[in-house]
């Protein structure tokens, strides 16, 4: 059975961290490209950061010099580490792996950035 399972959030106060995990199961991620996505209430889903195969990175304009995006073929899991986390940053975080024709999501992981 494929899952794409996140951990790692949770509540923390402005100018904190968070690093966020996505275990991978039912599938071997070394031939997918792997990214984070977010939704804040009432906004639409945004790309966060991506990670090609080949370990190539990008992202979102707000986010460059925040977060990092990572991933361990060997683990199967995809991290973000996100730093300097603000209000706005509020939303649940989700996994994507796409290796066409296959596209699969996890079900997210809710992050709340909070004094």
């Known amino acids: 059975q494929v899952q794409l399972v996140e951990s790692g959030g949770g509540l923390v106060q402005p100018g904190g961290s968070l690093t966020l995990s996505c275990a991978a199961s039912?599938?071997?991620?070394?031939?997918?490209?792997m990214s984070w996505w977010r939704q804040a209430p009432g906004k639409e889903r945004e790309l966060v950061a991506a990670?090609?195969?080949?370990?190539?990175?990008n992202y979102a304009d707000s986010m460059k010099g925040r977060f990092t995006i990572s991933r361990d073929n060997a683990k199967n899991t995809v991290y973000l580490q996100m730093n300097s986390l603000k209000p706005e940053d509020t939303a649940v975080y989700c996994c994507?792996?796409?290796?066409?024709?296959?596209?699969?999501w996890g079900k997210g992981t809710l992050v709340t950035v909070s004094s």
């Open positions: 994507r792996a796409v290796g066409f024709p296959r596209d699969y």
């Open positions: 039912g599938f071997t991620i070394s031939t997918y490209a």
């Open positions: 990670i090609s195969v080949g370990g190539y990175t």
